[in-house]
C-alpha cells in the first residue's frame, strides 16, 4: 500500500518542483540575460518541461490504475 502512495505522490511532486523551477528561472530572468541563459533554455529547460508533465501523468495513470486494481480486490 505504501508503494501506491508512493506511486501517486511522485506525479504531483513533479509537477510541483517544475512549477518551482520555472518561477525561479522566471525571477533570474532580469539578472541573467546572456546567450548561455538562451541556450540553456532551449536546450534544456524547454525540452524538460513536457518530459516532466508526461511523467508526472504516466504517475498519476499509474497510481489510477493501481488504485482500480486494489479496489477490484478488495
Do not use: H, M, Y
Not at 6 to 19: D, I, R
Not at 47 to 71: C, F
Request: charged fraction near 30%; aromatic fraction near 6%.
Amino acid at each position: 500500500s505504501e508503494a501506491v502512495t508512493v506511486a501517486g505522490s511522485n506525479g504531483a511532486l513533479l509537477s510541483k518542483a517544475l512549477k518551482d523551477l520555472l518561477v525561479r528561472w522566471e525571477q533570474n530572468a532580469s539578472s541573467w540575460r546572456d546567450q548561455a541563459r538562451a541556450d540553456f533554455d532551449k536546450d534544456f529547460l524547454q525540452e524538460l518541461i513536457p518530459a516532466v508533465r508526461g511523467a508526472s501523468r504516466a504517475a498519476q495513470e499509474i497510481e489510477n490504475l493501481l488504485q482500480r486494481i486494489r479496489n477490484d480486490c478488495t
